[in-house]
Nanobody, 112 residues
Framework: QVQLVESGGGLVQAGGSLRLSCAASGRAFSTYAMGWFRQAPGREREFVAA????????YYEDSVKGRFTISRDNAKNTVYLQMNSLKPEDTALYYC?????WGRGTQVTVSA
């Protein structure tokens, strides 16, 4: 069973940047796709970004394209989400996921 632990969230002003990390353990990390989702208060959990086992394959939700970058380091069993030009509407609890497993999330708050 895979365990996922997110980190890197925090409070940032609009226009700022954060880098989220998700450390995975418990199975062969490098062979699985990884994803980031987010959930704002009162809203459904939504897809943000994903990366295949090959780092060439990345996917983004339209509102984050050009601002967020997903990457992975298979040697460290870690996936990252670099978030630039943050907006107040990016405020949410950000979750890492793979193969049906979810982390507990890391809070990102963007002030206007």
């Amino acid at each position: 069973q895979v365990q996922l632990v997110e980190s890197g969230g925090g409070l940032v002003q609009a226009g700022g940047s954060l880098r989220l990390s998700c450390a995975a353990s418990g199975r062969a990390f490098s062979t699985y796709a990884m994803g980031w989702f987010r959930q704002a208060p009162g809203r459904e959990r939504e897809f943000v970004a994903a990366i295949g086992w090959s780092t060439e394959n990345t996917y983004y939700e339209d509102s984050v394209k050009g601002r967020f970058t997903i990457s992975r380091d298979n040697a460290k069993n870690t996936v990252y989400l670099q978030m630039n030009s943050l907006k107040p509407e990016d405020t949410a609890l950000y979750y890492c996921t793979t193969g049906g497993a979810w982390g507990r999330g890391t809070q990102v708050t963007v002030s206007a």
